[in-house]
């Protein structure tokens, strides 16, 4: 079938997005994932790092902006940078390992050294260039640089809202996020990596659907369920749209689902969590220790219930912090970093840390199953669109308040209408 004829007026674009469902090109075809590269992770905010994860001068990761790979940096002076990983002699890659602490790197290919700030600091055999060769048009691309309460954002977009606007919204959601630790001290640590063979906005679809949990976990909530109904995700099972759950957009193509409302009057979030193996033993430990405080610490060792996702790349899933890299059209990066608490005692982060045995390696692999087979089925030509219309066009299903953040009920697919309202306004090269 082939894609309707454009009205006049309407963009490209919006003949492939529209409200209620989107081309499957959008997740096919490598030249639209070749644009999407350059007017969504070229013009927009990209999560880049975690402050914790480059404490002191010198620090620093190699990540990706789109396919861009990029240096996070925290220079000899303590400030922060992005610098594009492409050496200005012949463009080799400068820094090829995936983390640090360096206040200088050297091309291996015929040594230009950098500093961390991203100035050329030298070349070898200087005398071989003539009289206007000028070291301080050479340093290494920078992306502009800010930082949210330590998770930093790096844009090469020019006319990007700073980032507490650029975030809205969903900016006292992460506070919330972030505050469950005492004195917001968040540590982010080590990567479980997965890739799948499908277009990374898969992964953004899914990430705050309310309406697959209770068939693509089967497994995983009938085990939960055995140990009793109000288990972690087992309300997914029960009617979800009936229930305290929901969803949101937040605009700019962030999004929301909570779960948290579900733990109100059920008790701790602990005590509903799967089992862990072998988590008793440090239960008992903080418990000896804590006494009645260890109800607090215990809750702090398990997810956070809250799915927050900032367009485009950056997932808060839990306790975890989960990273979309896209690769290919048809080729995705995903990375779960644990996160834990500084200064929380060690059973506490133990137990964040083997949270990643729990849904990032019992359930993701559901989900991933999912995204392949989706791109399998989007690889037939004969069949167009994609359905996002869930919960569209029905009366009093939508609350929106006062800033404009519309609240659905948990399965509702107005979250994947709101990821689609901006990633078309950026291809359309409104930003
Ligand atoms: Fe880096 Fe030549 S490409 S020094
Ligand atoms: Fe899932």
Same mark, same amino acid.
């Given at each position: 079938m082939a894609v309707p004829q454009a009205a006049t007026g309407w963009s490209r674009w919006d003949e492939l997005v529209r409200e209620d469902r989107v081309h499957r090109?959008?997740?096919?075809?490598?030249?639209?994932?070749?644009?999407?590269?350059?007017?969504?992770?070229?013009?927009?905010?990209?999560?880049?790092?975690?402050?914790?994860?480059?404490?002191?001068?010198?620090?620093?990761?190699?990540?990706?902006?789109?396919?861009?790979?990029?240096?996070?940096?925290?220079?000899?002076?303590?400030?922060?940078?992005?610098?594009?990983?492409?050496?200005?002699?012949?463009?080799?890659?400068?820094?090829?390992?995936?983390?640090?602490?360096?206040?200088?790197?050297?091309?291996?290919?015929?040594?230009?050294?950098?500093?961390?700030?991203?100035?050329?600091?030298?070349?070898?055999?200087?005398?071989?260039?003539a009289a206007g060769f000028d070291r301080s048009d050479l340093g290494l691309g920078r992306l502009r640089v800010e930082s949210y309460r330590g998770f930093i954002f790096g844009t090469l977009g020019q006319a990007v809202p700073d980032l507490t606007e650029y975030l809205g919204p969903a900016a006292s959601l992460l506070n919330q996020w972030i505050d469950?630790?005492?004195?917001?001290?968040?540590?982010?640590?080590?990567?479980?990596?997965?890739?799948?063979?499908?277009?990374?906005?898969?992964?953004?679809?899914?990430?705050?659907?309310?309406?697959h949990p209770a068939f693509s976990h089967r497994s995983l909530l009938k085990m939960a369920q055995r140990l009793g109904e109000q288990k972690d995700m087992v309300y997914f099972a029960q009617h979800p749209d009936d229930g305290p759950m929901y969803v949101q957009s937040l605009g700019r193509g962030h999004t929301f689902g909570d779960q948290r409302p579900n733990y109100r009057g059920v008790g701790s979030y602990w005590r509903q969590q799967r089992p862990q193996p072998g988590r008793e033993a440090y239960e008992q430990e903080l418990r000896r220790r804590w006494g009645d405080e260890a109800d607090r610490w215990l809750d702090l060792a398990v997810g956070s219930q809250m799915n927050l996702n900032i367009f485009p790349n950056l997932l808060v899933i839990g306790n975890q912090i989960q990273v979309v890299e896209p690769i290919a059209v048809d080729h995705t990066q995903l990375t779960w970093y644990s996160t834990l608490i500084q200064h929380a005692p060690d059973e506490v982060n133990?137990?964040?840390?083997?949270?990643?045995?729990?849904?990032?390696?019992?359930?993701?692999?559901?989900?991933?199953?999912?995204?392949?087979?989706?791109?399998?089925?989007?690889?037939?030509?004969? !069949?167009?669109?994609?359905?996002?219309?869930?919960? =569209?066009? *029905?009366? +009093?299903?939508?609350? $929106?308040?006062? %800033?404009? !953040?519309?609240?659905?009920?948990?399965?509702?697919? =107005?979250? *994947?209408? +709101?990821?689609?309202? $901006?990633?078309? %306004?950026?291809?359309?090269?409104?930003?």
């Open positions: 090109s959008v997740y096919t075809d490598s030249a639209i994932f070749e644009e999407e590269m350059v007017k969504i992770f070229g013009c927009t905010w990209v999560y880049l790092a975690h402050e914790s994860e480059i404490p002191a001068p010198g620090d620093f990761k190699t990540r990706q902006v789109g396919r861009r790979p990029v240096i996070v940096t925290r220079d000899g002076r303590g400030r922060l940078n992005a610098l594009l990983n492409r050496c200005r002699h012949r463009g080799a890659t400068v820094c090829r390992v995936e983390g640090g602490s360096a206040l200088s790197f050297t091309c291996p290919y015929h040594g230009w050294t950098y500093r961390s700030s991203g100035e050329l600091a030298g070349v070898p055999w200087p005398d071989g260039y469950r630790a005492p004195g917001g001290e968040v540590v982010v640590t080590n990567a479980n990596r997965m890739a799948y063979r499908g277009n990374w906005k898969l992964a953004s679809d899914n990430s705050a659907d309310g309406y133990v137990l964040r840390m083997r949270s990643q045995e729990d849904f990032p390696s019992f359930g993701e692999p559901d989900d991933l199953a999912n995204f392949e087979e989706c791109q399998r089925g989007l690889s037939i030509p004969e !069949v167009d669109w994609v359905l996002c219309n869930r919960g =569209l066009g *029905i009366p +009093d299903r939508h609350h $929106e308040d006062d %800033r404009g !953040v519309v609240t659905g009920p948990a399965t509702d697919e =107005l979250v *994947i209408r +709101d990821f689609y309202r $901006e990633w078309k %306004r950026l291809m359309s090269g409104e930003s």
